[in-house]
C-alpha cells in the first residue's frame, strides 16, 4: 500500500467493530452503497472481509474520491465498483436503482443538517425493499452525551456552526418521515453508535 494516500486513524480504529455489526445485518450476498466513503479504508476492509457482498463507494470531494481509486486498485478487489462522485443533497443520485443496503460513516456530524434529510430521502429512494440504511457515529440521546462526544460537538460548530452532533430521536423522527423505521441501535465503542434502519411496509 503506498504510503503517500490519505489516512484516517479513526477509520483504522472503528473498522472492526463496525464489520461486526454488518455481518449480523447485512445479507449473505448482495449490493452495499456507501454514502461519504472518504479514504476508501473502509471499503477495502468490508469488501475483503465480505467478498459475496457487491460494494458501490461514493465521495462527493474530488481528490479523496482519486485517492481512493488508487487505494481501490492497489487492493486488487474485484467486488468494489470504481466510486461515484455523490453528494447527497444532489436532486437525483448517480447510482442503481435499488441496493440491499446502504453505509453512511461519520458523515452526519460532518455535514449540515439539510444533508440528514438528504441522506434520509436519498436513501429511502434507493434501498430495496427488504434493505436496510445502517448509520454509524457520534449522537446526543435526550440531549445527553459523554463529556468526549460534547467537547467533539462543540469543535465541530467552531469549525462550522452548521456541523454538530445530532439528536437521535431528530435523525431517528425525520427517518421515519421518509417510512424508515430504526430497527436497532448498536453501542459501539468510544461513544458511538450504529443505527439500523428499515423500510417500512
Ligand atoms: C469524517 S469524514 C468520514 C469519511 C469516512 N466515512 C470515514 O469514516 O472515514 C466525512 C465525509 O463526509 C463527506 N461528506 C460531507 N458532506 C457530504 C454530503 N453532502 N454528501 C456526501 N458526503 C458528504 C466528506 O466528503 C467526508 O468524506
New binding site residues.
Given amino acids: 500500500m503506498r504510503r503517500d494516500l490519505p489516512f484516517?486513524p479513526?477509520?483504522e480504529r472503528?473498522k472492526d467493530p463496525i464489520l461486526t455489526v454488518l455481518e449480523s445485518v447485512l445479507p449473505a450476498e448482495g449490493t452495499v452503497l456507501e454514502?461519504?466513503?472518504?479514504?476508501g479504508?473502509?471499503v477495502c476492509f468490508f469488501a475483503q472481509a465480505l467478498p459475496s457482498i457487491q460494494w458501490q463507494p461514493?465521495?462527493?470531494?474530488d481528490s479523496?474520491r482519486e485517492a481512493m481509486a488508487i487505494r481501490i486498485r492497489e487492493a486488487r478487489l474485484d467486488n468494489v465498483y470504481e466510486p461515484l462522485a455523490?453528494?447527497?443533497?444532489q436532486p437525483r443520485w448517480p447510482v442503481a436503482d435499488h441496493y440491499d443496503a446502504i453505509l453512511?460513516?461519520?458523515?452526519i456530524h460532518?455535514?449540515p443538517w439539510s444533508?440528514t434529510h438528504?441522506?434520509l430521502r436519498g436513501a429511502a429512494r434507493h434501498l430495496s425493499a427488504a434493505g436496510r440504511l445502517i448509520l454509524y457515529g457520534p449522537y446526543f440521546e435526550n440531549g445527553e452525551a459523554a463529556q468526549s462526544n460534547r467537547d467533539f460537538d462543540a469543535s465541530l460548530k467552531q469549525r462550522n456552526p452548521e456541523w454538530g452532533l445530532r439528536e437521535l430521536e431528530d435523525v431517528t423522527r425525520v427517518a421515519a418521515t421518509h417510512s424508515l423505521q430504526r430497527q436497532q441501535v448498536v453501542r459501539m465503542p468510544a461513544n458511538n453508535l450504529t443505527l439500523v434502519f428499515s423500510r417500512s411496509i
Fill in positions: 484516517s479513526a477509520a472503528n454514502i461519504a466513503s472518504g479514504t479504508q473502509h461514493t465521495e462527493p470531494d479523496s455523490l453528494d447527497v443533497s453512511c460513516i461519520n458523515m460532518i455535514s444533508a438528504a441522506l
